[in-house]
């Protein structure tokens, strides 16, 4: 977004470029942008700007997939779970714009759902499998909290690593990081 060598990007930039990431998703406005970063709407446009000049295919995908699911009436995720969005439909423009949101976001987020939910599986069914006593305790977004023996540390991660990296092949390969701890925020 700010075209500077990584090393040199600041934590304000940083916090600019994920407010800008993740409101292009959502189609956010030159005005919404401007209001959020507390910015003027020229430079908000300009970031809107320069962030679909720098990641052409956001835009395409953007595009692509309104003009598909205002077709079908729904998204699908990768796994082909489908979720209507009769609000594309609507009389009110708020509505329909509601609508767009939800048909760019369902299929990345409904995807990142249903992969978590494979892995969940996985995991259960391997540590039934050798006969691990852990148990999965809590799932927070792509997050999954474990209690269990310390002497079993090792395989829990290599399950967990194998089963949550395995779930599908993508082009842009599923990463792990695991931490550990006698607590949550100690295993961060």
Known sequence: LFNVPVETVTSSMRRIAKTVNFGVIYGISPFGLSETLSISR?????????YFDRHPGVKRYIESTLEAVKK???????????????????????????????????????????????????????????????????QVHDELLFEFPLHELQIVKDVVKK??????????????????????????
């Open 42 to 50: 020229e430079d908000a446009k300009k970031y809107i700007e320069q």
């Open 72 to 138: 079908k009436g729904f998204s699908t995720t990768l796994f082909g779970r489908k979720r209507p969005i009769p609000e594309l439909r609507s009389q009110n423009s708020s509505t329909r714009q509601q609508g767009e949101r939800f048909a760019i976001n369902a299929p990345v987020q409904g995807t990142a759902a249903d992969i978590i939910k494979v892995a969940m599986i996985n995991i259960w069914k391997s540590f039934k499998e050798k006969g691990i006593d852990a148990k999965m305790i809590l």
């Open 163 to 188: 089963e949550m990296e395995g779930v599908m092949e993508l082009s842009v390969p599923i990463k792990v990081e695991i931490g550990f701890g006698k607590n949550w925020a100690e295993a961060h």
